[in-house]
Protein backbone atom coordinates (compact mmCIF):
# COMPACT_ATOMS: atom_id res chain seq x y z
CA UNK A 1 0.00 0.00 0.00
CA UNK A 2 1.59 3.56 -0.39
CA UNK A 3 0.56 6.35 1.25
CA UNK A 4 -0.67 9.34 0.45
CA UNK A 5 2.27 12.86 1.09
CA UNK A 6 0.68 15.44 3.40
CA UNK A 7 0.01 17.65 0.05
CA UNK A 8 -1.68 14.81 -1.69
CA UNK A 9 -4.36 14.35 1.22
CA UNK A 10 -4.39 18.00 1.46
CA UNK A 11 -6.60 18.21 -2.07
CA UNK A 12 -8.99 15.64 -0.13
CA UNK A 13 -9.53 17.81 2.70
CA UNK A 14 -10.09 20.54 0.78
CA UNK A 15 -13.01 19.09 -0.92
CA UNK A 16 -14.22 17.25 3.00
CA UNK A 17 -14.08 20.36 4.15
CA UNK A 18 -16.44 22.93 1.69
CA UNK A 19 -19.06 20.81 -0.14
CA UNK A 20 -18.99 23.34 -3.31
CA UNK A 21 -15.52 22.16 -4.11
CA UNK A 22 -14.65 19.47 -6.68
CA UNK A 23 -11.03 18.86 -6.72
CA UNK A 24 -10.67 17.63 -10.02
CA UNK A 25 -7.73 18.46 -12.47
CA UNK A 26 -8.81 18.19 -16.57
CA UNK A 27 -7.94 18.62 -20.19
CA UNK A 28 -9.55 18.00 -23.47
CA UNK A 29 -8.06 16.45 -25.74
CA UNK A 30 -9.61 17.79 -29.23
CA UNK A 31 -9.11 14.58 -31.86
CA UNK A 32 -9.60 14.46 -35.75
CA UNK A 33 -12.82 12.46 -36.54
CA UNK A 34 -14.56 10.31 -36.73
CA UNK A 35 -14.59 9.30 -33.15
CA UNK A 36 -14.04 5.41 -32.22
CA UNK A 37 -17.08 2.96 -31.55
CA UNK A 38 -17.62 3.02 -27.69
CA UNK A 39 -16.59 -0.82 -27.31
CA UNK A 40 -13.66 0.25 -29.21
CA UNK A 41 -12.46 3.05 -27.18
CA UNK A 42 -13.21 1.29 -23.97
CA UNK A 43 -11.04 -2.01 -24.93
CA UNK A 44 -7.98 0.56 -26.05
CA UNK A 45 -8.27 2.21 -21.84
CA UNK A 46 -8.35 -1.21 -20.57
CA UNK A 47 -5.59 -2.21 -22.62
CA UNK A 48 -3.17 0.38 -21.21
CA UNK A 49 -4.93 0.30 -17.17
CA UNK A 50 -1.96 -1.91 -16.40
CA UNK A 51 0.68 0.84 -17.20
CA UNK A 52 -1.31 3.46 -14.94
CA UNK A 53 -1.77 1.49 -10.91
CA UNK A 54 -3.58 4.55 -9.95
CA UNK A 55 -6.88 3.74 -12.03
CA UNK A 56 -7.33 0.74 -10.38
CA UNK A 57 -7.10 2.13 -6.83
CA UNK A 58 -9.09 3.47 -4.19
CA UNK A 59 -8.77 5.68 -1.11
CA UNK A 60 -8.66 4.71 2.29
CA UNK A 61 -8.46 6.94 5.34
CA UNK A 62 -6.58 5.29 8.37
CA UNK A 63 -9.00 5.24 11.51
CA UNK A 64 -8.70 7.89 13.73
CA UNK A 65 -6.33 10.18 11.17
CA UNK A 66 -3.46 7.64 13.11
CA UNK A 67 -1.73 7.81 9.11
CA UNK A 68 -2.03 9.23 6.15
CA UNK A 69 -4.39 8.08 3.51
CA UNK A 70 -3.74 4.68 1.39
CA UNK A 71 -3.67 3.81 -1.95
CA UNK A 72 -5.86 0.18 -1.89
CA UNK A 73 -6.18 -2.08 -5.07
CA UNK A 74 -9.67 -3.08 -6.27
CA UNK A 75 -10.44 -6.18 -7.72
CA UNK A 76 -11.79 -5.04 -11.15
CA UNK A 77 -12.64 -1.47 -12.73
CA UNK A 78 -15.99 -0.92 -14.29
CA UNK A 79 -15.21 0.41 -17.48
CA UNK A 80 -18.93 1.24 -18.24
CA UNK A 81 -18.95 3.60 -15.37
CA UNK A 82 -15.66 5.56 -15.77
CA UNK A 83 -15.55 5.27 -19.68
CA UNK A 84 -18.49 7.67 -20.75
CA UNK A 85 -19.92 9.24 -23.80
CA UNK A 86 -22.25 12.41 -24.51
CA UNK A 87 -22.26 14.50 -27.65
CA UNK A 88 -23.25 18.10 -28.97
CA UNK A 89 -26.38 19.07 -30.65
CA UNK A 90 -25.72 19.47 -34.06
CA UNK A 91 -24.56 22.59 -35.42
CA UNK A 92 -22.34 23.06 -32.36
CA UNK A 93 -20.13 25.72 -31.13
CA UNK A 94 -16.75 25.38 -29.28
CA UNK A 95 -19.07 27.30 -26.41
CA UNK A 96 -21.68 24.40 -26.51
CA UNK A 97 -18.24 22.03 -25.60
CA UNK A 98 -17.05 24.22 -22.97
CA UNK A 99 -20.58 24.56 -21.30
CA UNK A 100 -20.17 20.47 -21.70
CA UNK A 101 -17.07 20.23 -19.96
CA UNK A 102 -18.21 22.96 -17.14
CA UNK A 103 -20.75 21.00 -16.30
CA UNK A 104 -19.18 17.20 -15.79
CA UNK A 105 -16.39 19.26 -13.67
CA UNK A 106 -19.14 20.64 -11.36
CA UNK A 107 -19.92 17.32 -10.02
CA UNK A 108 -17.41 15.49 -7.63
CA UNK A 109 -15.66 11.86 -8.19
CA UNK A 110 -16.91 8.98 -6.80
CA UNK A 111 -14.74 8.43 -3.56
CA UNK A 112 -15.73 4.35 -3.49
CA UNK A 113 -14.25 4.06 -6.69
CA UNK A 114 -10.90 4.97 -8.83
CA UNK A 115 -10.85 8.70 -8.87
CA UNK A 116 -10.86 9.02 -12.41
CA UNK A 117 -13.02 9.42 -15.42
CA UNK A 118 -12.41 9.61 -19.50
CA UNK A 119 -15.70 11.57 -21.49
CA UNK A 120 -15.77 10.81 -25.48
CA UNK A 121 -17.79 14.40 -26.75
CA UNK A 122 -18.58 13.49 -30.14
CA UNK A 123 -20.30 16.33 -32.48
CA UNK A 124 -17.27 19.39 -32.80
CA UNK A 125 -17.05 21.35 -35.55
CA UNK A 126 -14.96 19.76 -38.53
CA UNK A 127 -16.09 16.58 -38.00
CA UNK A 128 -13.81 16.19 -34.69
CA UNK A 129 -14.34 14.84 -31.31
CA UNK A 130 -13.10 15.50 -28.02
CA UNK A 131 -11.58 13.21 -24.91
CA UNK A 132 -12.19 14.88 -21.47
CA UNK A 133 -9.71 13.60 -18.85
CA UNK A 134 -11.16 14.04 -15.12
CA UNK A 135 -8.87 13.23 -12.55
CA UNK A 136 -8.71 13.71 -8.68
CA UNK A 137 -6.27 16.36 -7.83
CA UNK A 138 -4.80 13.47 -4.79
CA UNK A 139 -3.64 11.57 -7.72
CA UNK A 140 -1.78 14.15 -10.03
CA UNK A 141 -0.95 17.68 -10.73
CA UNK A 142 -0.75 19.33 -14.06
CA UNK A 143 3.28 18.12 -14.54
CA UNK A 144 2.65 14.38 -13.56
CA UNK A 145 -0.58 14.62 -15.89
CA UNK A 146 1.12 15.19 -19.11
CA UNK A 147 2.00 11.04 -18.39
CA UNK A 148 -1.27 10.42 -18.64
CA UNK A 149 -1.19 11.44 -21.98
CA UNK A 150 2.46 10.03 -22.77
CA UNK A 151 0.69 6.57 -21.40
CA UNK A 152 -2.88 6.61 -23.01
CA UNK A 153 -1.82 8.30 -26.57
CA UNK A 154 0.38 7.49 -29.19
CA UNK A 155 3.49 9.09 -30.40
CA UNK A 156 2.69 7.59 -34.37
CA UNK A 157 -0.29 7.05 -36.16
CA UNK A 158 -0.12 3.31 -35.39
CA UNK A 159 -1.88 2.01 -31.91
CA UNK A 160 0.41 0.26 -29.28
CA UNK A 161 -0.61 -3.26 -28.92
CA UNK A 162 -2.25 -3.89 -25.71
CA UNK A 163 0.07 -4.28 -22.60
CA UNK A 164 -0.53 -7.89 -20.88
CA UNK A 165 -1.63 -7.44 -17.52
CA UNK A 166 0.35 -9.82 -15.31
CA UNK A 167 -0.38 -7.94 -11.56
CA UNK A 168 -2.84 -9.08 -9.59
CA UNK A 169 -4.63 -7.09 -7.05
CA UNK A 170 -3.70 -6.94 -3.55
CA UNK A 171 -6.29 -7.85 -1.15
CA UNK A 172 -7.93 -5.24 0.51
CA UNK A 173 -6.32 -4.28 4.02
CA UNK A 174 -9.05 -4.37 6.80
CA UNK A 175 -9.19 -1.88 9.31
CA UNK A 176 -7.35 -3.91 11.94
CA UNK A 177 -4.79 -4.05 9.63
CA UNK A 178 -4.71 0.03 8.54
CA UNK A 179 -4.56 1.05 12.44
CA UNK A 180 -1.56 -1.90 13.56
CA UNK A 181 0.13 -0.60 10.33
CA UNK A 182 -0.65 2.91 11.37
CA UNK A 183 0.91 2.53 14.85
CA UNK A 184 3.91 0.66 14.18
CA UNK A 185 4.83 3.49 11.50
CA UNK A 186 4.53 5.82 14.96
CA UNK A 187 6.58 3.96 16.59
CA UNK A 188 9.06 3.50 14.56
CA UNK A 189 8.77 7.54 13.75
CA UNK A 190 11.34 8.41 16.50
CA UNK A 191 13.92 6.87 14.98
CA UNK A 192 13.43 8.08 11.70
CA UNK A 193 13.63 11.22 12.88
CA UNK A 194 17.16 10.57 14.42
CA UNK A 195 18.25 9.15 11.22
CA UNK A 196 17.08 12.54 9.70
CA UNK A 197 19.05 14.21 11.78
CA UNK A 198 22.24 12.21 11.72
CA UNK A 199 22.18 13.26 7.77
CA UNK A 200 21.58 16.43 8.40
CA UNK A 201 24.76 16.97 11.01
CA UNK A 202 26.74 15.12 8.40
CA UNK A 203 27.09 18.28 6.79
CA UNK A 204 26.52 20.88 8.88
CA UNK A 205 27.12 23.78 5.91
CA UNK A 206 23.89 22.30 3.90
CA UNK A 207 22.34 22.32 7.18
CA UNK A 208 22.52 25.70 8.31
CA UNK A 209 22.28 27.08 4.62
CA UNK A 210 19.08 24.84 4.14
CA UNK A 211 17.76 26.21 7.49
CA UNK A 212 18.44 29.76 6.71
CA UNK A 213 16.71 29.72 3.55
CA UNK A 214 13.48 28.15 4.60
CA UNK A 215 13.21 30.50 7.72
CA UNK A 216 13.55 33.37 4.86
CA UNK A 217 11.09 31.27 2.51
CA UNK A 218 8.84 31.33 5.51
CA UNK A 219 8.40 34.56 6.44
CA UNK A 220 8.27 35.99 2.47
CA UNK A 221 5.50 33.09 2.35
CA UNK A 222 4.05 34.51 5.55
CA UNK A 223 4.04 37.89 4.16
CA UNK A 224 2.07 36.63 0.85
CA UNK A 225 -0.98 35.43 3.21
CA UNK A 226 -1.49 38.50 4.51
CA UNK A 227 -5.41 39.62 3.65
CA UNK A 228 -5.31 42.10 0.68
CA UNK A 229 -7.48 44.69 -0.23
CA UNK A 230 -10.94 43.39 -0.90
CA UNK A 231 -12.69 42.68 -4.10
CA UNK A 232 -15.92 40.73 -5.39
CA UNK A 233 -12.96 38.65 -7.06
CA UNK A 234 -12.73 36.58 -4.12
CA UNK A 235 -15.41 34.92 -2.37
CA UNK A 236 -17.75 31.81 -1.43
CA UNK A 237 -18.02 30.18 -4.58
CA UNK A 238 -21.04 27.37 -5.47
CA UNK A 239 -21.38 24.40 -6.88
CA UNK A 240 -21.25 25.28 -10.84
CA UNK A 241 -18.76 26.09 -12.88
CA UNK A 242 -18.23 28.14 -16.32
CA UNK A 243 -15.37 27.44 -18.27
CA UNK A 244 -13.68 28.93 -21.85
CA UNK A 245 -10.03 29.13 -23.57
CA UNK A 246 -8.04 31.33 -24.98
CA UNK A 247 -5.53 30.74 -28.09
CA UNK A 248 -2.57 32.66 -28.78
CA UNK A 249 0.25 31.06 -30.92
CA UNK A 250 3.00 30.10 -28.85
CA UNK A 251 5.74 32.09 -30.72
CA UNK A 252 4.38 35.06 -29.78
CA UNK A 253 4.60 34.56 -26.13
CA UNK A 254 7.75 33.61 -26.53
CA UNK A 255 9.01 36.57 -28.94
CA UNK A 256 7.98 38.84 -26.17
CA UNK A 257 9.44 36.49 -23.28
CA UNK A 258 13.18 36.91 -25.57
CA UNK A 259 12.57 40.93 -26.31
CA UNK A 260 12.47 42.13 -22.83
CA UNK A 261 14.71 39.42 -21.01
CA UNK A 262 11.50 37.63 -19.44
CA UNK A 263 10.31 34.26 -19.03
CA UNK A 264 7.64 32.97 -20.60
CA UNK A 265 5.34 32.20 -17.01
CA UNK A 266 5.76 36.15 -16.49
CA UNK A 267 4.81 37.34 -20.04
CA UNK A 268 1.09 34.87 -18.81
CA UNK A 269 0.95 36.31 -15.32
CA UNK A 270 0.98 40.01 -17.26
CA UNK A 271 -1.45 38.72 -19.79
CA UNK A 272 -3.49 37.54 -16.66
CA UNK A 273 -3.13 40.80 -14.95
CA UNK A 274 -4.46 43.01 -17.21
CA UNK A 275 -7.40 40.80 -17.80
CA UNK A 276 -8.02 40.93 -13.90
CA UNK A 277 -7.52 44.81 -14.43
CA UNK A 278 -10.02 44.80 -17.34
CA UNK A 279 -12.65 43.02 -15.68
CA UNK A 280 -12.28 45.11 -12.14
CA UNK A 281 -12.81 48.15 -14.07
CA UNK A 282 -15.75 47.07 -15.79
CA UNK A 283 -17.56 46.18 -12.53
CA UNK A 284 -16.40 49.42 -11.51
CA UNK A 285 -13.80 48.57 -9.02
CA UNK A 286 -10.33 50.27 -8.75
CA UNK A 287 -7.71 48.22 -9.47
CA UNK A 288 -5.49 49.20 -6.42
CA UNK A 289 -1.98 47.83 -5.58
CA UNK A 290 -2.53 44.74 -3.08
CA UNK A 291 -6.15 43.70 -4.81
CA UNK A 292 -5.30 40.95 -6.78
CA UNK A 293 -2.63 37.98 -5.44
CA UNK A 294 -2.58 34.70 -6.99
CA UNK A 295 -1.17 31.28 -6.18
CA UNK A 296 1.31 30.10 -9.00
CA UNK A 297 1.90 26.18 -8.68
CA UNK A 298 6.18 25.65 -9.17
CA UNK A 299 7.05 22.08 -10.04
CA UNK A 300 9.92 20.81 -7.75
CA UNK A 301 10.40 17.54 -9.50
CA UNK A 302 13.82 16.17 -9.80
CA UNK A 303 14.78 14.85 -13.41
CA UNK A 304 14.56 11.15 -12.28
CA UNK A 305 11.19 11.99 -10.81
CA UNK A 306 9.27 13.13 -14.24
CA UNK A 307 7.43 10.36 -14.73
CA UNK A 308 6.21 9.63 -11.54
CA UNK A 309 1.91 10.69 -10.60
CA UNK A 310 1.57 12.29 -7.62
CA UNK A 311 1.85 16.10 -6.48
CA UNK A 312 5.42 17.73 -6.21
CA UNK A 313 4.54 21.17 -6.44
CA UNK A 314 5.53 24.15 -4.26
CA UNK A 315 4.15 27.60 -4.68
CA UNK A 316 4.71 31.29 -5.39
CA UNK A 317 2.30 33.99 -4.24
CA UNK A 318 3.09 37.20 -5.80
CA UNK A 319 0.37 40.38 -6.26
CA UNK A 320 -0.51 41.04 -9.70
CA UNK A 321 0.26 44.65 -10.67
CA UNK A 322 -3.53 45.46 -11.96
CA UNK A 323 -2.68 48.78 -10.70
CA UNK A 324 -0.32 49.47 -13.94
CA UNK A 325 -1.93 50.62 -16.77
CA UNK A 326 0.37 50.09 -19.42
CA UNK A 327 1.22 46.61 -20.65
CA UNK A 328 4.87 47.01 -20.51
CA UNK A 329 5.16 47.94 -17.07
CA UNK A 330 2.66 45.04 -16.17
CA UNK A 331 5.19 42.81 -17.59
CA UNK A 332 8.62 44.23 -15.82
CA UNK A 333 6.21 44.37 -12.88
CA UNK A 334 5.61 40.78 -12.65
CA UNK A 335 8.83 39.84 -13.86
CA UNK A 336 10.41 42.03 -10.57
CA UNK A 337 7.89 40.69 -8.00
CA UNK A 338 8.34 36.51 -8.99
CA UNK A 339 12.41 37.29 -9.16
CA UNK A 340 11.80 39.20 -5.70
CA UNK A 341 9.97 36.10 -4.26
CA UNK A 342 11.98 33.74 -5.51
CA UNK A 343 15.09 35.49 -4.21
CA UNK A 344 13.09 34.93 -1.20
CA UNK A 345 13.16 31.27 -1.12
CA UNK A 346 9.11 31.58 -0.88
CA UNK A 347 8.08 28.29 -3.01
CA UNK A 348 11.76 26.28 -1.13
CA UNK A 349 10.58 26.77 1.99
CA UNK A 350 7.06 25.64 1.37
CA UNK A 351 8.64 22.42 -0.37
CA UNK A 352 10.78 21.94 2.90
CA UNK A 353 7.47 21.86 4.90
CA UNK A 354 5.90 19.48 2.94
CA UNK A 355 8.90 17.15 2.67
CA UNK A 356 9.33 17.67 6.99
CA UNK A 357 5.69 16.95 7.67
CA UNK A 358 6.82 13.13 6.44
CA UNK A 359 8.46 12.57 10.12
CA UNK A 360 5.55 13.70 11.84
CA UNK A 361 2.20 12.49 13.14
CA UNK A 362 -0.13 12.79 10.64
CA UNK A 363 -3.50 13.63 12.86
CA UNK A 364 -2.14 16.90 14.62
CA UNK A 365 -1.21 17.55 10.91
CA UNK A 366 -4.73 16.84 9.28
CA UNK A 367 -5.92 18.80 11.78
CA UNK A 368 -3.92 21.95 11.26
CA UNK A 369 -4.76 21.51 7.48
CA UNK A 370 -8.25 21.09 7.99
CA UNK A 371 -8.67 24.39 10.54
CA UNK A 372 -7.05 26.74 7.78
CA UNK A 373 -9.23 24.87 4.85
CA UNK A 374 -12.36 25.69 7.35
CA UNK A 375 -11.35 29.74 7.96
CA UNK A 376 -12.35 31.85 4.49
CA UNK A 377 -9.21 32.94 3.32
CA UNK A 378 -9.16 36.64 1.88
CA UNK A 379 -5.13 36.90 0.71
CA UNK A 380 -5.99 35.24 -2.41
CA UNK A 381 -7.88 35.68 -4.92
CA UNK A 382 -6.73 33.27 -7.87
CA UNK A 383 -4.95 30.17 -9.39
CA UNK A 384 -2.52 30.84 -12.06
CA UNK A 385 -1.01 27.84 -13.73
CA UNK A 386 1.79 26.88 -16.63
CA UNK A 387 2.58 23.48 -17.50
CA UNK A 388 4.42 22.95 -20.83
CA UNK A 389 2.90 20.18 -22.94
CA UNK A 390 4.28 16.82 -24.44
CA UNK A 391 6.21 18.10 -27.32
CA UNK A 392 5.94 15.48 -29.87
CA UNK A 393 2.97 15.31 -31.85
CA UNK A 394 -0.14 12.73 -29.90
CA UNK A 395 -2.91 10.19 -31.86
CA UNK A 396 -5.58 8.44 -30.27
CA UNK A 397 -6.26 5.09 -32.17
CA UNK A 398 -4.41 6.78 -34.93
CA UNK A 399 -6.11 9.96 -34.87
CA UNK A 400 -4.02 13.33 -34.53
CA UNK A 401 -4.30 15.25 -31.68
CA UNK A 402 -5.25 18.90 -32.67
CA UNK A 403 -5.10 20.90 -29.44
CA UNK A 404 -4.96 19.95 -25.97
CA UNK A 405 -6.84 22.44 -23.45
CA UNK A 406 -6.54 23.16 -20.10
CA UNK A 407 -9.03 23.18 -17.04
CA UNK A 408 -7.74 24.29 -13.33
CA UNK A 409 -10.42 23.71 -9.99
CA UNK A 410 -11.04 27.03 -8.34
CA UNK A 411 -12.06 26.71 -4.43
CA UNK A 412 -11.84 28.96 -1.15
CA UNK A 413 -11.64 32.36 -2.08
CA UNK A 414 -10.63 31.75 -5.19
CA UNK A 415 -13.71 32.53 -7.71
CA UNK A 416 -11.26 32.34 -10.94
CA UNK A 417 -8.83 30.05 -12.37
CA UNK A 418 -6.22 30.32 -15.19
CA UNK A 419 -4.41 27.30 -16.25
CA UNK A 420 -2.18 27.59 -19.38
CA UNK A 421 -1.05 24.65 -21.79
CA UNK A 422 1.69 24.81 -24.40
CA UNK A 423 1.23 22.11 -27.37
CA UNK A 424 1.29 21.83 -30.85
CA UNK A 425 2.79 25.22 -31.25
CA UNK A 426 0.18 27.20 -29.52
CA UNK A 427 -0.65 28.53 -25.99
CA UNK A 428 -4.19 27.90 -24.67
CA UNK A 429 -5.78 29.62 -21.94
CA UNK A 430 -8.21 27.62 -19.64
CA UNK A 431 -10.61 29.96 -17.43
CA UNK A 432 -12.88 28.32 -14.58
CA UNK A 433 -14.68 31.18 -12.93
CA UNK A 434 -17.74 30.18 -10.39
CA UNK A 435 -20.81 30.18 -12.14
CA UNK A 436 -23.12 32.85 -10.06
CA UNK A 437 -19.95 35.27 -9.18
CA UNK A 438 -17.97 35.67 -12.06
CA UNK A 439 -20.43 35.52 -15.35
CA UNK A 440 -17.84 38.05 -17.09
CA UNK A 441 -16.12 35.17 -18.41
CA UNK A 442 -16.30 36.26 -21.87
CA UNK A 443 -14.63 39.43 -21.25
CA UNK A 444 -11.94 37.91 -18.85
CA UNK A 445 -11.66 35.56 -21.90
CA UNK A 446 -10.85 38.21 -24.48
CA UNK A 447 -8.95 40.30 -22.58
CA UNK A 448 -6.40 37.39 -22.29
CA UNK A 449 -6.26 37.33 -26.16
CA UNK A 450 -6.09 41.34 -26.39
CA UNK A 451 -3.23 41.78 -23.89
CA UNK A 452 -0.83 39.08 -25.64
CA UNK A 453 -1.33 41.16 -28.66
CA UNK A 454 -0.31 44.31 -26.78
CA UNK A 455 2.84 43.06 -25.92
CA UNK A 456 3.30 41.46 -29.27
CA UNK A 457 3.30 45.26 -30.48
CA UNK A 458 6.03 46.25 -27.82
CA UNK A 459 8.28 43.31 -29.75
CA UNK A 460 10.87 45.59 -31.27
CA UNK A 461 10.36 44.51 -35.37
CA UNK A 462 13.64 43.48 -37.44
CA UNK A 463 15.15 46.63 -39.99
CA UNK A 464 14.28 46.15 -43.52
CA UNK A 465 17.01 44.91 -45.38
CA UNK A 466 17.85 47.65 -47.90
CA UNK A 467 18.14 46.36 -51.49
CA UNK A 468 21.34 46.78 -53.61
CA UNK A 469 21.65 47.96 -56.72
CA UNK A 470 21.87 44.77 -58.08
CA UNK A 471 18.94 43.37 -56.61
CA UNK A 472 17.18 46.41 -57.84
CA UNK A 473 14.75 45.76 -61.24
CA UNK A 474 15.78 48.12 -63.70
CA UNK A 475 13.33 51.02 -65.26
CA UNK A 476 9.92 49.69 -66.39
CA UNK A 477 10.55 45.96 -65.74
CA UNK A 478 8.53 44.20 -62.92
CA UNK A 479 9.79 42.49 -60.14
CA UNK A 480 8.19 39.36 -61.12
CA UNK A 481 9.22 39.65 -64.79
CA UNK A 482 12.60 40.55 -63.59
CA UNK A 483 12.82 37.29 -61.48
CA UNK A 484 11.39 35.34 -64.51
CA UNK A 485 14.42 36.55 -66.66
CA UNK A 486 17.11 35.47 -64.04
Known amino acids: MDELSVLDATFLDAEDEDAHLSMAIASVAVIDGPAPAHAEFQAAIAGRLPLIPRYRQVVRRVPFDLGPPVWVDVEGVDLDFHVRRTALPAGA ?12 MSHRLDRSRPLWEYWVIEGLPEGRWALLSKVHHCMVDGVSGNELYRLLFDATPEPRDAVADAQRPCPAPTTFRLTADAL ?8 DQVRLVGRALRAPGVLARRAGETALGLGTLAAGMWPGT ?3 LGGPV ?4 RWAVSRVPLADVVAVAKAHGVTVNDVV ?5 GAFRRLMLARGEAPVPGSIRTLVPVNVRAGSEAGILDN ?10 VEFVDPLNRLHSVHQRVMRLKRGKESEAHASMTALARYEPFAPIAMGVRMVLRLRQRSV ?16 LGRPVREILPYVPIGNGLRTGVSVFTFGGQAVFGITTDFDSVPEIGLFTAALADEVRALVDTVPKPPRKRATAQERPGPGVSVSRRRASA
Not at 93 to 104: G, K, M, N, P, S
Not at 184 to 191: D, Q, S
Open 93 to 104: TEEDLCRVVARI
Open 184 to 191: VRLARMPA
Open 230 to 232: PTS
Open 238 to 241: GTSR
Open 269 to 273: LAAVT
Open 312 to 321: RISVLLPSLP
Open 381 to 396: VTVVTNVPGPRQRLYA
